[in-house]
């Protein structure tokens, strides 16, 4: 009778942790997270930027005490080119799950943040899950496809080879990427002005392979031979544009493609030279519209 009724209660035991098998494993999940908390680390892949900037900077710490630790590991994640990766807010930090749930359901916001990354980390769509254990997961889905990846490197590595000269200062390597971009793509007015998408234009895909550019897809082709040259750089974007930010002889200057290539009422491609390597100041005195940006993200390119 006695072995009977272990035997009920195993069974017993047994059908209440496969009820609860989910939560079951959230739990063991926390433990071990606990366990192992000062041996996590970010996987970081060949398009890492290992620079920070004003507003987010890499971290080794997973741990948030503060609002700007949350928006560290979101541009660490990113900038590490991580599809997935999860941390624990701490108990200490009771305002943790609401201030990831800001951010993560802020997509301006993010979008913000991956503007800082190299162009192949960069995320088309990103999602933010968590439960009641105080575990995030960020989850990424990229903006490039590795076959585009490898088409786009073959380009950028024959501007490298035949376009780019390494005796000419940065300032006419920067100037010789700026007017082949320009020179070799027009601007997708289809896609730019009435949303149809016959080319990926958006990305720098677009420009450097298909001949067609709309600004974000002119900002990311510059990006990628400003990487190959050693220039640290970002895009900037405000409500209705996106264009390069960059830093030259220990300024930070801003190079808009787009506006440097545009639409003309007869066809006539024009190369400008307006918006190559200005001021925030003269920018802005050019045109304060779709260039008006937040200065309290892009804070490299905040006026004096």
């Excluded at 072995?3 to 195993?10: C, E, I, Q, R, T």
């Excluded at 088309?124 to 968590?130: A, D, F, K, L, V």
């Excluded at 067609?212 to 970002?234: K, P, Q």
């Excluded at 007869?266 to 200065?295: A, C, M, P, Y």
């Amino acid at each position: 009778m006695k072995k009977l009724s272990f035997l009920g209660v195993l069974l017993i035991f047994i059908g209440v942790l496969y009820f609860y098998k989910d939560s079951a494993m959230e739990i063991w999940d926390f433990i071990s997270y606990k366990i192992n908390i000062n041996t996590v680390s970010i996987q970081r892949n060949n398009y890492y930027r290992n620079y920070d900037f004003i507003y987010v900077q890499n971290t080794n710490t997973f741990s948030p005490n503060n609002k700007q630790d949350i928006l560290n590991i979101y541009y660490t994640v990113i900038n590490s080119g991580m599809d997935s990766f999860s941390f624990y807010c701490p108990s200490s930090y009771a305002s943790c799950l609401n201030d990831v749930a800001n951010i993560a359901n802020d997509q301006i916001h993010l979008s913000h943040i991956n503007n800082f990354v190299h162009p192949y980390n960069s995320f088309q769509h990103i999602e933010t899950t968590y439960n009641n254990l105080g575990r995030v997961t960020i989850t990424t889905n990229k903006s490039y496809t590795s076959e585009e990846i490898q088409l786009i490197n073959a380009k950028i590595n024959y501007i490298e080879e035949n376009i780019l000269n390494k005796s000419l200062s940065i300032r006419d390597n920067i100037l010789l990427a700026h007017d082949y971009i320009i020179n070799n793509s027009a601007y997708d007015s289809l896609r730019g002005d009435k949303n149809i998408t016959n080319y990926r234009s958006d990305i720098a895909y677009g420009p450097l392979i298909e001949g067609y550019g709309i600004c974000g897809g002119y900002t990311d082709a510059l990006e990628l031979i400003l990487e190959r040259l050693g220039v640290i750089s970002f895009k900037i974007s405000s409500d209705e544009h996106v264009w390069n930010a960059l830093l030259v002889d220990n300024h930070w200057l801003n190079i808009d493609l787009t506006w440097d290539d545009p639409v003309t009422n007869n066809g006539k491609d024009i190369l400008s030279h307006d918006f190559f390597l200005i001021s925030t100041q003269s920018l802005l005195r050019l045109e304060n519209v779709q260039h008006h940006f937040d200065q309290n993200i892009y804070k490299e390119l905040k006026e004096a």
